[in-house]
């Protein structure tokens, strides 16, 4: 007892001792807000002994950003429950899972602009099937983020940003449930649920000018843009800012002799060579309006790069799985039961992934 007693004193001094500068950095506590008393040093100390259970399972959870040019300036978060499926179960089909209407679009779109990563409450072996769907040659989504890399709250899992690697002037998340992302409201976009009622829902599709404007313009914080929209339909607002935005333009450009030939007079010099009335100049294109066409022009040709190797994506994903089969472990398990295992075709290479139904069909 005297020994018991004695390592329990000594625990005790060892917790409260004071904190360093490298442990302040892995616990993200400033000195000035860090428990400054020996009680409330141990106290923190040992209730973060059971952070397991309560915090995500790594510190950091995404790797380093990539090496310019390769790393996209800003990354996306968009979860997955009620945002870009929505599941449900009865008795006679059991859980069926059903995609949104545009998410096809919305994440190959997108991801020419930002680093995409599916971050969602599920745990992994649920969430991977689906992901497998919406992705499947693993072409848009960069990194997945599962219920393990949540932190645990009274409210329910948060995901809380400051785990995550990269610096948050970059970062926005879109969520269906404002509590996943209470720690970083500021940095969020709360969306109204889909359940899948609506067939011809647009929430994905009616975001894309707004986020896509981001990527374009590339504004140095993030969160102050989302700050002037607080309390707003984003898209609504966002569509009525780009429409003045446009009228202004043409109003400046028709200011400037804009389409009227080279003259800003009702004289033109290509009317002498012409026996009818001029016809008015086409307006031209906003520097957004250029942009984007560019975006949609990149995002044509990679859908049609997929749709002329799809037999040879296919054709990798079940090598692969094929490989996966005939590993050390699933021989072992077979040689075991005195089962042997399928023997794997030639040329056996690695790929990942199926193929995604269109629209909002059961994924």
Not at 51 to 69: G, M, N, Q, R, T
Not at 227 to 256: L, M, N, T
Not at 285 to 298: F, G, H, I, N
Request: glycine letters at 8%; zero cysteines.
């Amino acid at each position: 007892m005297g020994v018991f007693a004695l390592g329990v004193g000594a625990g005790a001094v060892w917790l409260g001792r004071e904190w360093t500068d490298d442990e302040l950095a892995e616990k993200r506590m400033l000195r000035d807000s860090a428990p400054a008393t020996r009680w409330g040093r141990t106290a923190e100390r040992f209730t973060s002994m059971f952070d397991y259970f309560s915090k995500p399972i790594w510190p950091e959870l995404l790797p380093p950003p990539l090496p310019a040019p390769h790393q996209k300036p800003y990354t996306l978060l968009v979860s997955l429950d009620d945002l870009l499926v929505t599941s449900t179960w009865d008795r006679q089909h059991g859980w069926r899972t059903a995609k949104r209407p545009g998410v096809d679009y919305f994440l190959a779109y997108l991801s020419q602009f930002f680093e995409v990563v599916i971050f969602t409450t599920q745990h992994h072996y649920t969430a991977i099937p689906i992901l497998e769907k919406l992705d499947p040659y693993n072409f848009f989504i960069t990194y997945k983020l599962f219920r393990d890399a949540t932190r645990a709250s009274e409210g329910g899992p948060v995901k809380d940003l400051s785990y995550l690697n990269r610096p948050l002037d970059k970062v926005l998340i879109i969520d269906a449930h404002a509590e996943h992302v209470a720690s970083h409201p500021e940095n969020a976009i709360v969306v109204k649920p889909w359940k899948g009622t609506k067939e011809n829902d647009r929430g994905l599709i009616d975001l894309i000018p707004f986020l896509e404007s981001i990527g374009i313009y590339k504004p140095p914080d993030v969160r102050s843009v989302l700050k002037s929209y607080e309390g707003k339909d984003i898209p609504k607002e966002y569509a009525i800012k780009e429409a003045e935005h446009k009228k202004v333009f043409i109003e400046q450009w028709r200011a400037r002799g804009g389409g009227k030939g080279l003259s800003s007079g009702g004289f033109t010099i290509s009317s002498l060579f012409s026996s009818g009335p001029e016809k008015a100049a086409p307006l031209p294109l906003t520097y957004l309006e250029a942009k984007r066409k560019e975006a949609q022009s990149v995002y044509l040709e990679e859908k049609k790069y997929i749709e002329e190797h799809k037999a040879e994506f296919e054709k990798l994903i079940e090598a692969d799985r094929q490989a996966q089969m005939t590993g050390p472990i699933w021989s072992n398990i077979a040689a075991g039961f005195g089962v042997a295992p399928p023997t794997p075709p030639p040329g056996t290479l690695e790929a990942g992934g199926e193929k995604a139904p269109e629209g909002s069909q059961q994924a």
